[in-house]
């Protein structure tokens, strides 16, 4: 039986560059290399490297619930629960942007 890994993926230094849209299509591949590639909107070119954490991070969901009783009104609480422990960040920087021409630019 493999066991699960969760790797968080850091995008920051490649935000303050480019805008990213939260609905745009993407590839992620080589997680089992040292650089995988993420390819965004078929455009942008990302190329990782794995950062070993300092201690443990950990990933939270959230949902909320909604609670009543009687003689009250409806409350919603947001409840947080713990996903997943991680000890590796996959940190990407730009690596090639296609322009409108198909033509692509390497940075």
Do not use: W
Not at 31 to 55: A, H, W
């Amino acid at each position: 039986m493999e066991e699960e890994e969760y790797v968080m993926i850091d995008l920051d230094d490649v935000s303050r560059h480019i805008d990213i849209p939260s609905d745009a299509p993407y590839t992620l591949s080589g997680l089992d290399t040292l650089n995988p590639v993420l390819t965004i909107d078929g455009k942008i070119k990302l190329v990782g490297e794995y950062i070993e954490t300092i201690g443990t991070c950990l990933a939270f969901s959230e949902k909320e619930e909604v609670s009543a009783s009687e003689n009250q009104m409806p409350q919603k609480k947001k409840i947080v629960e713990p996903v997943a422990k991680l000890h590796k960040i996959l940190k990407f920087r730009l690596a090639a942007l296609d322009n409108e021409d198909g033509e692509t630019n390497n940075l």
